[in-house]
Nanobody, 122 residues
Framework: QVQLVESGGGLVQAGGSLTLSCAAS????????MGWYRQAPGKQRELVAT???????NYADSVKGRFTISRDNAKNTVYLQMNSLKPEDTAVYYC????????????????WGQGTQVTVSS
């Protein structure tokens, strides 16, 4: 019913920038919250940033001032602009969509994308 497709990951030097995109497709009527999480090797998945349909945002302290989350509700797409990247930002970044209302009337909670690798070299 729903698919989340992430793009924009890659290898970048410390201090560089990357922009991640996540497009939700399928029989979607609306999505309440979308966000990005990340998981580094040997660590638990952690929140990076979230944004609601009203564009209220929440950031992890470690990325405040460096990362910016935004979304295009018409395209069901969320973006993560990452600036001043550090080696410790290296992780697989996962897109999340919560409280998806579909046109079939089925609601989906806590839906994940496949992840995109971000590697920051020192």
């Amino acid at each position: 019913q729903v698919q989340l497709v992430e793009s924009g990951g890659g290898l970048v030097q410390a201090g560089g920038s990357l922009t991640l995109s996540c497009a939700a497709s399928g029989r979607i009527f609306s999505i309440n919250a979308m966000g990005w999480y990340r998981q580094a090797p040997g660590k638990q998945r952690e929140l990076v940033a979230t944004i609601t349909s009203a564009r209220n945002t929440n950031y992890a302290d470690s990325v405040k001032g460096r990362f910016t989350i935004s979304r295009d509700n018409a395209k069901n797409t969320v973006y993560l602009q990452m600036n001043s990247l550090k080696p410790e930002d290296t992780a697989v970044y996962y897109c999340n969509a919560d409280r998806i209302a579909t046109i079939t009337g089925i609601n989906i909670s806590n839906y994940w994308g496949q992840g995109t690798q971000v590697t920051v070299s020192s």
